[in-house]
C-alpha cells in the first residue's frame, strides 16, 4: 500500500529543478530560475472503502540572473498572458459597473 511518505518522495523538488543550468556566451553566463509550486495530498477510507494519494507540481518561468563583469543583474520574466488576463477582468467589471457609476456620479454631481 502507498503510502503518504511515498507521495511525498515522488513529488519532491531539487535545486536543479528550480535553477536551469547556466549558459555561458562572449563571457556573459544566463542562470535561468523557475518558480516552482508543489503539493501532495492522501485519503483512505474506512475497512471497505478505497483510498487515493495523488500530487502536483506548477512550473512557471520567473525570471534569470545575468552575469557579465562580475557583476549579476536579476531580469525578471515578464508573463504577458497575466498582463493580458488583468486587462480583460478591469475592462469587463468597467464594462459592467461603469453605467451605474457614472449614473451615480450623475446624481452627486447633478
Known amino acids: 500500500m502507498t503510502t503518504v511518505q511515498d507521495v511525498l518522495d515522488r513529488a519532491s523538488v531539487s535545486a536543479r529543478d528550480v535553477f536551469g543550468e547556466p549558459c555561458e556566451k562572449d563571457g556573459v553566463v544566463v ?3 523557475a518558480r516552482v509550486q508543489a503539493g501532495a495530498g492522501s485519503g ?7 483510498s487515493g494519494h495523488g500530487w502536483g507540481i506548477k512550473v512557471e518561468p520567473a525570471g534569470a540572473f545575468v552575469i557579465k563583469n562580475g557583476n549579476a543583474v536579476w531580469r525578471p520574466a515578464t508573463n504577458v498572458n ?3 488576463t488583468g486587462a ?8 459592467w459597473r461603469g453605467p451605474k457609476v457614472f ?3 450623475g ?3 447633478g
Open 107 to 109: 446624481r452627486l454631481f
Open 82 to 84: 497575466k498582463i493580458v
Open 31 to 33: 542562470i535561468p530560475v
Open 88 to 95: 480583460f477582468v478591469v475592462g469587463a467589471i468597467a464594462v
Open 103 to 105: 449614473k451615480s456620479l
Open 44 to 50: 483512505g477510507g474506512g475497512m471497505n472503502a478505497g
